[in-house]
């Protein structure tokens, strides 16, 4: 069964551009989670989508944003990039949050890098 | 606000040693806890879960405790081997369903 898979693998991008990472989740999980996690420092919850709406959000700019599919896969884009934008962002999913509180399982990430 | 605190940053052992890695949380009404492993540049691979309610988990050479009265978890790794190199961050799920993750222990085992 495959995994969290999440695309593109790197992404260069220019200061003041967008940027558009894409996360398809395990079959069966409807729950889609974004993280940030800059060098160097911790993970940073971004956004959660479930069934096709956004359920919760970090605290993070509006440039920040995304949206669920129906099929459940997921996109986070990310306008008007900033040098501190570079990150690996991670795509994690789990089981509709009507189950209850299951576990999480995440992608390989895709590296953002803005120059 | 949900703080996470894992000690040490960063531990070395030889290999075959056992390893104790500790997470530490501040507030006890979390849904379950989760350890993960990562390796440098890549994704978070799930090692256990423990719910709530629960006490411990076991994989393998892994056992992961969990006490919410005193707000903290161990995961000890039998017999260490340089495979088992890696960060491993602990995080606790709450009200609001995301994941609120510790610093992370960087582990290296040295052959």
């Known amino acids: 069964e495959a995994g969290v898979t999440q695309s593109p693998t790197h992404l260069i991008k220019t200061r003041g551009q967008q940027a558009t990472l894409r996360c398809s989740p395990i079959?069966?999980?409807?729950?889609v989670y974004w993280y940030q996690q800059a060098l160097g420092l911790g993970l940073q919850f971004l956004l959660w989508y479930d069934e096709g709406e956004e359920r919760n959000r970090g605290n993070v700019p509006p440039r920040f944003s995304g949206r669920q599919f129906p099929n459940y896969s997921s996109e986070l884009n990310v306008n008007a990039l900033e040098l501190e934008d570079s990150a690996l962002y991670l795509c994690?999913?789990?089981?509709?949050?009507?189950?209850?509180?299951?576990?999480?399982?995440f992608g390989q990430g895709t590296r953002l890098t803005v120059v | 606000k949900q703080e996470v605190t894992q000690i040490p940053a960063a531990l070395s052992v030889p290999e075959g040693e056992n390893l104790v890695l500790n997470c530490s949380f501040t507030?006890?009404?979390?849904?379950?806890l989760q350890w993960f492993r990562q390796d440098p540049g890549k994704g978070l691979t799930s090692l256990l879960l423990?719910?709530?309610?629960?006490r411990e988990q076991t994989s393998g050479r892994l056992n992961a405790s969990l006490d919410k009265s005193s707000g903290r978890s161990t995961l000890y790794i039998a017999a260490s081997q340089p495979g088992d190199s890696a960060t491993y961050l602990c995080?606790?799920?709450?009200?609001?369903?995301?994941?609120?993750f510790g610093g992370g222990t960087r582990v290296l085992v040295k052959p």
């Open positions: 507030d006890s009404a979390i849904y379950n």
């Open positions: 995080a606790l799920k709450a009200a609001g369903n995301k994941l609120t």
């Open positions: 079959s069966g999980h409807t729950s």
């Open positions: 423990i719910q709530s309610s629960q």
């Open positions: 994690a999913s789990s089981l509709s949050r009507g189950v209850g509180p299951s576990e999480a399982f």
